[in-house]
C-alpha cells in the first residue's frame, strides 16, 4: 500500500486550467511496473477513471485531448494537468497505483487518499 496526498484542485470557471499533484509516501515511479491512475467521483455518481500513466498514458474519452498526466520520479509525485476545463469536470479528484483488469483500470491498494475537490463554475 502506497499513501498518497493529493492537492491542487479549487474552483475555475469553464475554460479554465487546473495541475493536480498527487505525492506519494515513498519512491515507486522509478518502476515502470507500477502504473499511477487518477479517479474522480462526482456528488452522487460512482468513482470514475480518468487517467493512467505506466509506460504510456492512457485516458478516458471524456478528458482525452483535453487532460495530460504525468510523473516526476525524483519528486515521486504525478500530476494531472487539466485545460479546457468543463462544469461535468466538477468532481472530487483521487489518485492511487492502480491495476487492470476485466473491469478495466482499479485502485491496486485498499484505500483511497483524501482527495482534492475541483469544481468548474459555467
Known amino acids: 500500500q502506497v499513501d498518497v496526498a493529493e492537492s491542487g484542485g479549487g474552483m475555475v470557471q469553464a475554460g479554465g486550467s487546473l495541475r493536480l499533484s498527487c505525492k506519494a509516501s515513498?519512491?515507486?515511479?522509478?518502476?515502470?511496473?507500477?502504473?499511477w491512475g487518477w479517479f474522480r467521483q462526482a456528488s452522487g455518481k460512482e468513482r470514475e477513471f480518468v487517467a493512467v500513466?505506466?509506460?504510456?498514458?492512457e485516458y478516458s474519452d471524456s478528458v482525452k485531448g483535453r487532460f495530460i498526466i504525468s510523473r516526476d520520479a525524483v519528486k515521486n509525485t504525478v500530476y494531472l494537468q487539466m485545460n479546457s476545463l468543463k462544469p461535468e469536470d466538477t468532481a472530487v479528484y483521487y489518485c492511487?497505483?492502480?491495476?487492470?483488469?476485466?473491469?478495466?483500470?482499479?485502485?491496486?491498494?485498499?484505500?483511497w487518499g483524501q482527495g482534492t475537490q475541483v469544481t468548474v463554475s459555467s
Open positions: 492511487a497505483t492502480v491495476v487492470r483488469d476485466t473491469t478495466g483500470w482499479r485502485n491496486a491498494g485498499a484505500n
Open positions: 515513498r519512491p515507486t515511479f522509478s518502476s515502470n511496473y507500477i502504473s
Open positions: 500513466i505506466s509506460g504510456y498514458a
